[in-house]
């Protein structure tokens, strides 16, 4: 709690007493010229007519509704003194919390779908404590399809993302795809349509990485070397939201690509776009050249690469990618200053109320 301009109080109280005190210097003048009246006229007093029982307890209570009356009246003259003064609050909210926007990359070649559904799975769960946060999907093979677009509607993602997870839970092992029934089957197959339009071609990261950040606002499709070269593109635009993706894949690719990896992590790049990756693979593969050649190109752009190597789970690996995030948003974030006159105006409006209520019985 603090005061925004402590300096209104101050002088609505320093007012409030220039009144209070002509008020009672105009009661004493008013009391010393009665006192020099003329005593010789004779005067009447209904003392003797109230001095009975009824009359007696008619004015005690009468005082006491007075007294009441007068107490509310100081109460809301405090109150408002109170409220010039703007009483306020540092908000709970960051203002940076609600401007960062997040795409799910995901490879649903056959070496990785079995992985993906531990991915979704993680950001269903954080799904739930984001906050204005938009989350995109799109998946990729040959080709991408995008699953669902930027949005910060959490019922629309939280459906898409609980549906891809039920579809993808009977390909987690091979015993799984092998017990598989036709109606399951059809349904990871009408999920991935749209991902294997290019003959003799799989897992193309390059192409799906591009997809992927052509999602996000402020990006541009060209050549990696033209796009480095022209001062027009994303870069020159000042990015309002941060964006970031999450690769997740295996850098296994097969057939002829649009787009190489290093280039479309040069147009994240030069668009702002941070890009992080999570080994989708078999721990077997790690030392693999695609492997590694994977987590050079995504360190060399300022993102992080993260496997299993170290014994963590992929849920683990989802959750530091997003601590990271979190803390460089904290570190740029700044608080918000509110008004916080609710208890305040519902106090004043009650002693105001206490004091018409008493103020109405008094004139009966």
Partial sequence: MRWQWPWAACIAIVAAFAIASAAMALALWRERRADRRDTSLKSYSLDDDLNTEYASALFHRWRIFGRIAASALTIALILSIALVARPSRIGAGREQASSRDIVLC??????TLPYDRQIIDTYLK??????GERIGMSIFNSTSRTVFPLTDDYTLVTGQLKSAASILKGVQTQDDIDHMSDQDYQKVSDWLDGTQNKTNATSLIGDGLVSCAAMLPGFAYGGASSAASTGDTASGTARRRSASIVLATDNVASGQETYTLKQALDLASKASISVDAIYAG??????DETTTALKTGIESHGGTFMSQADGSSIESLVR????R???RNERDAQS?????PGWWILALAVCVLVWLVFAWRLRR
């Fill in 282 to 287: 078999a721990k077997e593969s790690l030392s």
């Fill in 126 to 131: 954080l799904a739930s404590t984001f906050q």
């Fill in 325 to 327: 995030h979190a803390a």
């Fill in 336 to 340: 918000a200053v509110d008004d916080a």
């Fill in 106 to 111: 995901l490879d649903v070649s056959g070496s």
């Fill in 320 to 323: 530091q990618i997003e601590q």
